[in-house]
């Protein structure tokens, strides 16, 4: 089993910068089996994935976060980032990590709980 904790969320002004971490406590599988996303759920909206990245480590961005959001991953530590400078409004939401794992020709999936993400005028 991934349970999956994400952190670094907060309250910032439009302009300013975060980072979010995603740790993981892994059985079963490793973080080499795993492809990786950020999702946010901006309120009264549908949740959207944002920033994904495989184990060989391509990115791929949302139009709307891209050249301003940086998704890395530390396999060593378990440990998925996302790195967001210049936030707008828009990018007010609820941060989820999530991950994607293969074994046995089976894919599971697993959530973190979010962390909150503020941006202000």
């Known amino acids: 089993q991934v349970q999956l904790v994400e952190s670094g969320g907060g309250s910032v002004q439009a302009g300013g910068s975060l980072t979010l971490s995603c740790a993981a406590s892994?059985?079963?599988?490793?973080?080499?089996?795993?492809?990786m996303d950020w999702y946010r759920q901006p309120p009264g909206k549908e949740r959207e994935r944002v920033a994904s990245?495989?184990?060989?480590?391509?990115?791929i961005y949302v139009d709307s976060v891209k050249d301003r959001f940086t998704i890395s991953r530390d396999n060593a530590k378990n440990r998925l980032y996302l790195q967001m400078i210049s936030l707008k409004m828009e990018d007010t939401a609820v941060y989820y990590c999530s991950w994607r794992c293969y074994r046995e020709f089976r894919v599971s999936t697993f959530w973190g709980q979010g962390t909150q993400v503020t941006v202000s005028s």
């Open positions: 990245i495989d184990s060989g480590g391509r990115s």
């Open positions: 892994m059985s079963l599988y490793t973080s080499n089996d795993c492809g």
